[in-house]
Nanobody, 119 residues
Framework: QVQLVESGGGLVQPGGSLRLSCAVS????????MGWYRQAPGKRREMVAR???????MYPDSIKGRFTISRDSAKNTVSLQMNRLVPEDTAVYYC?????????????WGQGTQVTVSS
């Protein structure tokens, strides 16, 4: 069974930075596209970054230029560097393998890591 363990969240002021990490066990990530998602209170879960098995990265326009996703297949981890954070980035952040067409998460979700952007 695949387990996803996200870490690195916390409280940060607007304009600050955080680096999230996701450790994957039970499957290799090397053959999958991997993504970071987030869910704010009362909102649907949304994807904020995706990286293909070949290393191509994709972001929604609201994120582009601020977040950077990376992967280390040797360590079976995925990271998300978040810069210039704004209050609207406040959410619980999750990682998962990405289904090809629907872009939904492939495995059972982990517990996520809380990111709060506030002064």
């Amino acid at each position: 069974q695949v387990q996803l363990v996200e870490s690195g969240g916390g409280l940060v002021q607007p304009g600050g930075s955080l680096r999230l990490s996701c450790a994957v066990s039970g499957s290799t990530i090397s053959i999958y596209s991997m993504g970071w998602y987030r869910q704010a209170p009362g909102k649907r879960r949304e994807m904020v970054a995706r990286i293909t098995s070949g290393g191509r990265t994709m972001y929604p326009d609201s994120i582009k230029g601020r977040f950077t996703i990376s992967r280390d297949s040797a360590k079976n981890t995925v990271s998300l560097q978040m810069n210039r954070l704004v209050p609207e980035d406040t959410a619980v952040y999750y990682c998962n393998a990405v289904r090809d067409i629907s872009l939904q998460g492939m495995w059972n979700w982990g517990q996520g890591t809380q990111v709060t952007v506030s002064s």
